[in-house]
């Protein structure tokens, strides 16, 4: 199971990075990863014109993308863009972090989960 991770270089600099997550045969469910420690849960509603500008992630949390679209930048310019089904992993908690904004005026719905100290993945 692949998903993005933003994260920090040595110079502080954020980039698009990717987490490799190994999943097993779990029988007759599907397959799956291992168990991994959480922290806190957030549901959160963004509006249809959001455009934050450079921000660090506030801790490192994944986001799951429910409902709506958005574009990432990182440092270099470059930009992806996300929906419904996605994955991303916010790890750039210091330097000058990445933009984000709403695609096609519309609302996004989505979830934060924190992470612990020490959780790694791939």
């Given at each position: 199971m692949?998903?993005?991770?933003?994260?920090?270089?040595?110079?502080g600099?954020?980039?698009f990075g990717e987490v490799n997550l190994d999943v097993r045969d779990g029988?007759?469910?599907?397959?799956?990863?291992?168990?991994?420690?959480?922290?806190?849960m957030i549901f959160r509603e963004t509006p249809s014109d959001y455009d934050f500008k450079w921000h660090p992630a506030p801790q490192r949390q994944l986001l799951f993308?429910?409902?709506?679209r958005c574009e990432f930048m990182v440092s270099s310019g470059e930009t992806r863009q996300f929906g419904?089904?996605?994955?991303?992993?916010?790890?750039?908690?210091e330097g000058e972090g990445h933009c984000s904004k709403a695609l096609f005026n519309e609302v996004r719905h989505s979830i934060f989960v924190t992470l612990p100290d020490g959780v790694v993945f791939g």
């Open positions: 692949k998903f993005t991770r933003i994260f920090n270089d040595d110079q600099k954020s980039q029988g007759p469910i599907g397959f799956l990863s291992e168990r991994f420690p959480v922290g806190d993308i429910i409902k709506g419904a089904g996605d994955v991303v992993l916010l790890e750039d908690t």
